[in-house]
């Protein structure tokens, strides 16, 4: 079941538009019951809190890929025709999902590759996009898991 916080941000605007996305997936049970939650804020504060759902035989891996899937579409959404505007600094404690997507190893799981790809092009709709891993006690700082 999703919780979800009343959108208080304004609409995206200007070029110089930016956004914080923390991420963070698990499963209970590995593969097991996926779950996942995000926060994306920008300057003002806090824009949207999110924890979703993915059902079972998911693994970790798959649920931090499609956790962060869910915010880009969630921010991509948000930003319209702005969303090329947006720079981005996503924040996750996945070392496996950050070096990925940054290119620093390959993707060599066969379930794992369209999650990557789905990943990979959400970002490029975006304007600038950093990744920064942080440690897990960061996350559950933010998120709570």
Not at 23 to 41: C, Q, T
Not at 109 to 129: I, R
Request: hydrophobic share 40%; charged share 20%; aromatic share 10%.
């Amino acid at each position: 079941m999703a919780t979800l916080i009343r959108d208080s941000a304004p609409k995206p605007e200007s070029p110089d538009t930016a956004y914080e996305i923390i991420f963070d997936g698990g499963a209970i049970g590995n593969p097991g019951k996926g779950y996942g939650s995000f926060v994306i804020r920008n300057a003002d504060g806090m824009v949207k809190r999110q924890r979703v759902e993915f059902g079972d035989w998911i693994t970790n891996n798959q649920a931090e890929y499609r956790t962060l899937i869910e915010a880009l579409l969630w921010l991509q959404t948000f930003a319209g025709e702005c969303a090329r505007s947006v720079a981005i600094t996503i924040y996750g404690d996945s070392v496996l999902v950050i070096n990925q997507i940054e290119g620093n190893w390959k993707v060599r799981n066969s379930k794992l590759m369209p999650l990557f790809s789905e990943a990979t092009a959400l970002l490029a709709q975006f304007g600038e996009v950093r990744l920064k891993w942080q440690p897990r006690a960061a996350s559950v700082r933010v998120l709570g898991h």
